[in-house]
């Protein structure tokens, strides 16, 4: 039996389409439910600080109205913490964040920055909030944030996305299957996302011991061609199609 991939689909950039103009169109919300109704297992939303995407307004309206679990990308900021308690998302993920950044530009140094941390993990862990970490695929680390009590690492795929089909994008693949193992022995649950795309995500969804994919900007982008729901069940279909062939294989 195939083990389910789960498929975290990120609405920011609905958002940032509203924004650019301005009122209430088009909805992330309503996105949302599409997606949940699409195949999508879960919704995952980044409440920035200079709020550039998602809104307040936005995360209140995701909790009462959507069914499946709510991700809320954060900073590791004091009012990202207290926001974060007041509406007990499913999970909430800790990512690095630049004012000047166009989107999240590579994984949370959990190492260098552990004394700053672990405050916010313990405090949500306590809150019964499923906490992760946006890491980079590097050994020390998974390792990091194993040692800071997270029970979830998100292994930033971006390098993989960007770089050229080839050996370079292969060294990418094998770092992130090389954390992915490492985490399964610390006991961590592993996710994946950043870049992902109907081209890049098979090799990605084929390491067997990643449990969810978290997937946003290309798939907004792919809607306004083809709807959001079809961009999804596409991407689901190629998750799952690239899960069956590795279970296949016996996991290799």
Excluded at 9 to 15: E, G, L, Q, S
Excluded at 41 to 64: F, K, P, V, Y
Excluded at 210 to 238: Q, V
Aim: charge should be negative.
């Amino acid at each position: 039996m195939t083990s389910h991939l789960r498929l975290g689909v990120n609405i920011d950039h609905v958002a940032t389409i509203r924004n650019a103009r301005g009122g209430r169109h088009p909805n992330p919300v309503r996105a949302a439910v599409i997606a949940a109704a699409a195949g999508a297992d879960g919704i995952t939303a980044h409440l920035r600080e200079d709020r550039r995407h998602i809104s307040d307004e936005d995360i209140e309206q995701l909790r009462r109205e959507i069914k499946i679990p709510l991700n809320l990308e954060m900073a590791a900021t004091d009012e990202m913490l207290e926001i974060a308690l007041r509406h007990r998302p499913f999970a909430a993920c800790i990512v690095p964040e630049k004012r000047e950044e166009r989107t999240t530009e590579g994984g949370l140094d959990a190492a260098g920055g552990y004394n700053h941390l672990a405050r916010f993990v313990r405090g949500m862990g306590e809150a019964n909030i499923r906490v992760s970490l946006f890491i980079e695929p590097d050994p020390a680390q998974v390792e990091a944030a194993q040692r800071l009590g997270a029970p979830v690492i998100e292994l930033h795929t971006g390098a993989y996305c960007d770089a050229l089909v080839g050996p370079n994008r292969q060294r990418h693949l094998e770092r992130i299957k090389a954390a992915a193992v490492r985490a399964e022995a610390l006991g961590l649950e592993c996710h994946a996302g950043h870049g992902l795309s109907f081209d890049t995500v098979g090799p990605i969804a084929a390491i067997p011991t990643l449990k969810e994919l978290n997937i946003g900007h290309f798939l907004i982008g792919e809607a306004i061609f083809s709807g959001l729901a079809t961009s999804i069940k596409e991407m689901r279909g190629l998750m799952n199609e690239a899960r069956e062939e590795t279970e296949g294989d016996g996991g290799r």
